[in-house]
């Protein structure tokens, strides 16, 4: 019986090509600019959302080359519109003048409305603050992790710090009885 032949795949040409500047490329728009650690200290996540953000010219190029403080800054919704304060993006070098920008103003988050509106109640009856856990860059744009959160009290962080620490000792006995090959 006849043997089934594979189906060539057409040479890439060099535009449209997978090499390995295409990959760099790729890990590069997908790049996270700043992360909010202290949030998940802080603050219990309850729920995470992706969001665009509404840049000028010379806050994309800050962006880019990783200048920007998210501590301390929190979402509002105000007027129907998700708005993002105390965001602290320093001036790009090169912009002067006309494309400078004011560092710490506030920025007007993208949301879907249907989600805008589940946010809102959400927020409202059980009175839920809204952070940002992260900025970084897909597929070229800026993009936002936004979480709904209920802030921690001190003894809940606590609680988290123990919690966190006994499954970090747990996980490394489990591996040390693996590499030793008990199977106590």
Same mark, same amino acid.
């Given at each position: 019986m006849a043997a089934a032949k594979k189906k060539a795949t057409p040479v890439q040409s060099a535009k449209g090509g997978k090499g390995p500047r295409d990959a760099e490329k790729a890990r590069e728009a997908n790049k996270v600019v700043a992360s909010? @650690?202290?949030a998940r200290h802080d603050y219990e996540i %309850? *729920?995470?959302v992706e969001c665009g953000i509404a840049l000028q010219?010379?806050?994309?190029?800050? %962006?880019r080359a990783g200048r920007i403080a998210l501590q301390d800054s929190y979402a509002r919704i105000v007027d129907g519109e998700m708005w993002l304060f105390q965001v602290h993006v320093p001036p790009y070098a090169q912009a002067n003048g006309f494309g400078a920008h004011d560092p710490d103003r !506030? !920025? $007007? %988050?993208l949301m879907h409305r249907r989600q805008l509106d589940e946010w809102m109640g959400k927020s409202q009856q059980q009175s839920l603050t809204m952070i940002p856990l992260s900025i970084y860059? $897909?597929?070229g744009r800026a993009k936002v992790e936004l979480a709904l959160a209920r802030g921690r009290r /001190?003894?809940?962080k606590r609680h988290a710090i123990a919690a966190r620490d006994i499954g970090r000792d747990t996980a490394r006995e489990? !591996?040390?009885? /693996? !590499?030793?090959? @008990?199977? *106590?």
């Open positions: 909010n @650690r202290k %309850l *729920d995470t010219g010379s806050e994309v190029k800050s %962006l !506030r !920025r $007007k %988050l860059f $897909k597929e /001190q003894y809940d489990v !591996r040390a009885a /693996q !590499r030793h090959g @008990r199977g *106590d």
